[in-house]
């Protein structure tokens, strides 16, 4: 690519999103993804059991993964979004792959988290494939992944736990870079107080519909690069509307 004045483009560039949505298990992050057009999956956990949906065999290994980024890549076919269910199990086949690739039983066998250094480079490829199927094949890219919670030190006040993305410190970092949205998946919990008699007050938690955070508070990590609102429906149909009004 020649970088000369020619080449300069400005305004919003029309690529699909990079979406990586995190929660506890069973909230409907697959299902949210599987609503997305044309979606294949790459599964490197057994979950879509219940979903009607276009699948990769069962990934055992990190070379599974990327043999089936390389074939959306090389191959023709009219999937326009792609999925990986899920990042943190994605994470762990990564680990199995660095430790055999430098003949050691563990990650942990290296020592002082180098290999957890390695893991984050050989991470960055795996991105770097999805980046490939974005810009070049016009595919958008899901990640779905679990929830853990983590202490936060906080450089402009107190230190305190939140949730965020179940992996590493280093691959967690570059993901979150990576992605256009991160979208924790939770419970809209609402608190009600109710008469327990002799003068009491009950106060009961009621989990109410399942729904997305797209900004970050203390109590979760989250963004987007498109202005959404902050909160809404766990639902694809509800997301692609944000963001088309977004867009706009």
């Not at 400005?10 to 993804?33: C, D, M, N």
């Not at 419970?187 to 009600?192: A, C, F, G, L, Y």
């Amino acid at each position: 690519m020649a970088f000369n004045l020619a080449s300069i483009r400005r305004g919003p560039q029309s690529l699909p999103p990079r979406i990586v949505i995190y929660g506890e298990h069973g909230l409907g992050k697959s299902t949210f993804a599987a609503g997305a057009p044309a979606p294949i999956f790459i599964q490197t956990e057994d979950g879509l059991a219940s979903l009607d949906v276009a699948s990769f065999p069962l990934a055992a290994r990190h070379e599974d993964v990327l043999e089936a980024v390389g074939a959306l890549y090389a191959e023709e076919h009219e999937y326009q979004t792609v999925v990986l269910d899920s990042l943190d199990w994605a994470e762990k086949l990564i680990w199995s792959y660095v430790a055999r690739r430098a003949d050691k039983q563990s990650i942990e066998d290296f020592g002082y988290g180098k290999g957890y250094q390695h893991a984050a480079e050989a991470m960055g490829e795996l991105l770097a494939g999805l980046n490939a199927l974005r810009t070049e094949r016009g595919m958008a890219v899901i990640l779905t992944a679990h929830a853990q919670v983590r202490r936060f030190d906080d450089p402009t006040s107190a230190s305190y736990d939140r949730f965020e993305l179940a992996l590493h410190k280093a691959a967690s970092a570059l993901v979150s870079e990576w992605a256009d949205v991160i979208a924790f998946a939770t419970h809209d919990t609402i608190v009600r107080t109710e008469e327990a008699g002799f003068n009491k007050r009950l106060k009961k938690a009621v989990a109410s519909d399942r729904v997305i955070h797209v900004e970050r508070a203390p109590a979760f990590n989250a963004k987007n690069r498109y202005g959404l609102p902050a909160k809404l429906p766990l639902s694809w149909d509800a997301f692609s509307s944000a963001l088309a009004d977004a867009q706009r």
